[in-house]
């Protein structure tokens, strides 16, 4: 099968962790990764809780896992990483700030620090700051990040600096991707949308089937999302998700003449309607076809990185 000298170490079968998306990585997917070999993550985003991460946890059982935090969630919930660390997850994430204060704490509880980088000044500060694990999140990647370098150039400049392992992420959704980061010398791979659509996401239907009929030229970089329902992300973090009316106006039914509005966006998301609410996706979505369960999708991707790169 598929391993790197840092998957060894950690005991995983494959070099595989998925990234926590809020919204889709619940407990049931992150075990289901555990059980094909990576690491599971449950996400906690935007509408994380310490409430919700309870329940997702429970969905997980007796799985090992890791959790994701968004920083100003965190900062905002505060009893969500207490109830985060409280679990003994294997790692810990926490992306999207510059206060790096919760390190010792969850390395303290015995918990690996995990965050995501954009270019290499970010990863000194989260070397200095004494992290465990630096995921490079190239601009490709579905969800929110810094629209900063593509994932190969980004990974390229990080891995030249870090002393840290390092796992690869953005557009990765083949067995050709996989063994194009490892060869580069990645440790692992953080995977997110080709794991969105897996049987046990939270994923909803109407949201699978906008993924499923997505090819790679489908999203696009925006912050129309969170302005529109006032959520204080940060604006250097813009989200990467399938392109619809609300992000292209020109796109609506001939002869509507009124733009979608924040209530008209609220609306959409309650009654889960694609066309208006956001579908975060990275520009590997092309290559989401079908729905199945999680392991298969690993076990495909892997081992065709594996043949390719002993062939190689």
């Known amino acids: 099968m598929l391993s790197t000298t840092w998957s060894r170490a950690l005991r995983l079968s494959v070099p595989v962790v998925n990234a926590p998306m809020g919204g889709a990585a619940g407990g049931r997917l992150a075990a289901a990764v555990t059980e094909a070999g990576g690491l599971g993550m449950i996400g906690m985003g935007t509408a994380g809780s310490a409430e919700a991460l309870r329940r997702e946890l429970a969905a997980a059982g007796d799985a090992t896992i890791g959790i994701g935090l968004v920083d100003w969630v965190r900062t905002r919930e505060p009893e969500l990483l207490d109830t985060a660390i409280a679990a003994r997850p294997r790692a810990l994430s926490i992306s999207f700030g510059t206060d790096f204060s919760w390190v010792p704490v969850v390395q303290a509880a015995g918990i690996l620090a995990?965050?995501?980088?954009?270019?290499?000044?970010?990863?000194?500060?989260?070397?200095?700051?004494?992290?465990?694990?630096?995921?490079?999140?190239?601009?490709?990647?579905?969800?929110?990040?810094?629209?900063?370098?593509?994932?190969?150039?980004?990974?390229d400049a990080v891995l030249e600096i870090a002393t840290v392992p390092v796992l690869a992420a953005g557009g990765l959704g083949s067995g050709r991707a996989l063994a194009a980061v490892l060869a580069?010398?990645?440790?692992?791979?953080?995977?997110?949308?080709?794991?969105?659509?897996?049987?046990?996401?939270?994923?909803?239907?109407?949201?699978?089937?906008?993924?499923?009929?997505?090819?790679?030229?489908?999203?696009?970089?925006?912050?129309?999302?969170?302005?529109?329902?006032?959520?204080?992300?940060?604006p250097i973090y813009p989200a990467r998700v399938l392109r619809n009316e609300f992000t292209d106006p020109w796109t609506r039914p001939e002869g509507d003449e009124n733009p979608p509005s924040s209530e008209t966006l609220r609306t959409a998301i309650t009654s889960d309607d694609p066309r208006i609410a956001p579908v975060d996706a990275g520009q590997g979505v092309g290559l989401v076809t079908h729905v199945e369960p999680v392991a298969r999708t690993i076990t495909r991707l892997c081992a065709d990185a594996a043949q390719l790169l002993g062939s190689a």
Do not use: K
């Open 184 to 234: 580069a010398g990645a440790s692992g791979v953080w995977l997110g949308t080709c794991l969105a659509a897996a049987e046990e996401s939270l994923l909803s239907e109407n949201a699978r089937r906008a993924m499923l009929a997505a090819d790679s030229t489908s999203t696009v970089v925006t912050t129309a999302f969170d302005e529109a329902l006032d959520l204080p992300w940060p």
């Open 114 to 155: 995990i965050t995501q980088v954009y270019d290499v000044p970010g990863a000194h500060r989260a070397q200095d700051a004494g992290i465990d694990i630096i995921v490079t999140r190239g601009s490709e990647g579905g969800g929110h990040g810094a629209d900063r370098l593509a994932l190969m150039p980004l990974l």
